[in-house]
Structure formats: C-alpha cells, structure tokens
C-alpha cells in the first residue's frame, strides 16, 4: 500500500513563530518531494521541492528530507497570517509501469496574529 | 506566468448524465494529470498521460472514466453516467518532465444532484 501520512492538525501558532509541518511516506525509493499549500477552495500552489537528503532553504521555508527515515518535513520561520493554510505533501511512488505523486491528507495550519 | 487553466470552474449535473471536464496545460508541458479532492479529503491521483496516451491510472479510474487531447491544446476528462460520489474538485495538472513539480489549474468543482 502506497501511503503518504500527515498529520492533519490543526497546527496553530503564534505570528513570528515557527512552524514545523512533517510528513512520512511508505516507498523506499521515492526520489521526488513536494510541499504545496492550498487555500480554503483554491488549488494546490507548489511551495517546495527537495530531491536530496539534507535541508533546502528558500526564504522563510526549509524543507528537510531524510530517505533513510522515509520523512519529509517543512518549516516555516516568521510565520503569517497569510500562512494560514492546508499544507500538502507530495511523494512520487512508483506503479507497474512508471510512478505517481501521491498526496498526504494535509496539514491544517493557522497563524494567529 | 503560464498557468494551466480549467474550463467549467463550477458544473452542475444530473445523476446519471456525462460531463466532460476541460483543461489548457501549459504548453511546453509533456506529462498531464487528473487528480480530483471530496470535499475535506485528500488530492487523489486519477491518471497521467504523455505522448497521447495514458501512462498510469488508479483504481478510482474505471470505464466510467476516459480521457482525451483532441487537438494540440486541450486535455479532458468525460466522466459517463455521473454518481453522486463523483462530486469533487477536479483539478488538471501538467509538468514538463516526469516527476516533476506539477502546476495545477484552479479546478472544476463538479457536483451531481
């Protein structure tokens, strides 16, 4: 079974504050990861993306991948209201002939200013 | 910057009628998805197609279901003799290599009464 778990939260915190946002997946081998926000009837929008072990940053996001653990996670420093979101994340996983992304239920987070 | 966009943003339909749902990938984009969401659940893989064909498909995806780019821009998804439980968001997405970061299209909310 091909599973990519979340917690759902919700996570709230402070404005200013740190988020910290984790997800595990099932499949060893899974090469590509992704974070994406999605607001409340919106479509997911692409945050992040790692392929290699080791944290990437990209302004206040940090996205940190360990394939050994099979764990994936995101931070968020300065945390906005405007980071009020379901953050999802992206595993590929591979099918019988080619693979997939598969997504995480999602992360509710909300800031509180 | 490009965007992938969806035609209906909302269809209402009867139990038992067909819709096709139309989307616009970007257009240097060769990989092209279907992935729906129920309302307060997660994004769910439908299927995947390059070089005019389907590449993979899940198990949500059965004879009811059946996708086609008819003309060099457009990607659609007919859904036959609609169920209630297909009410969703269906989302279009494309990437430009496999995997890949997908763009998504805003979506079309689909509801069967």
């Known amino acids: 079974q091909k599973e990519v778990e979340q917690n759902s939260g919700p996570l709230s915190v402070p404005e200013g504050a740190i988020a910290s946002l984790n997800c595990t997946y099932s499949?060893?081998?899974?090469?590509?990861f992704f974070w994406y926000r999605q607001y409340s009837g919106k479509s997911p929008e692409l945050i992040m993306s790692?392929?290699?072990?080791g944290d990437k940053e990209d302004g206040r996001f940090t996205a940190q991948l360990n394939k050994a653990s099979q764990y994936v996670s995101l931070l968020i420093r300065d945390s906005q209201p405007s980071d009020s979101a379901t953050y999802l994340c992206?595993?590929?996983?591979?099918?019988?002939?080619?693979?997939?992304?598969?997504f995480g239920t999602g992360t509710s987070l909300t800031v509180i200013p | 910057e490009p965007e992938v966009t969806q035609t209906p943003s909302h269809q209402v339909t009867q139990m038992g009628q067909e819709v096709i749902l139309r989307c616009v990938p970007i257009s240097n984009h060769l990989y092209f998805y279907w992935y729906r969401q129920i309302l307060g659940q997660k994004v769910e893989f439908l299927v995947s197609f390059y070089n005019n064909e389907i590449s993979e498909k899940s198990e949500i995806f059965d004879d009811q279901f059946s996708v086609e780019r008819p003309d060099g821009s457009n990607f659609t998804l007919k859904i036959r003799s609609t169920k209630l439980e297909d009410s969703a968001m269906y989302f279009c997405a494309s990437s430009e290599v496999n995997p890949g970061p997908y763009t998504f299209g805003s979506g079309t909310r689909l509801t069967v009464v």
């Open positions: 992206a595993v590929n996983m591979y099918l019988n002939t080619g693979n997939q992304f598969y």
């Open positions: 790692i392929y290699s072990n």
């Open positions: 499949d060893r081998v899974s090469q590509s």
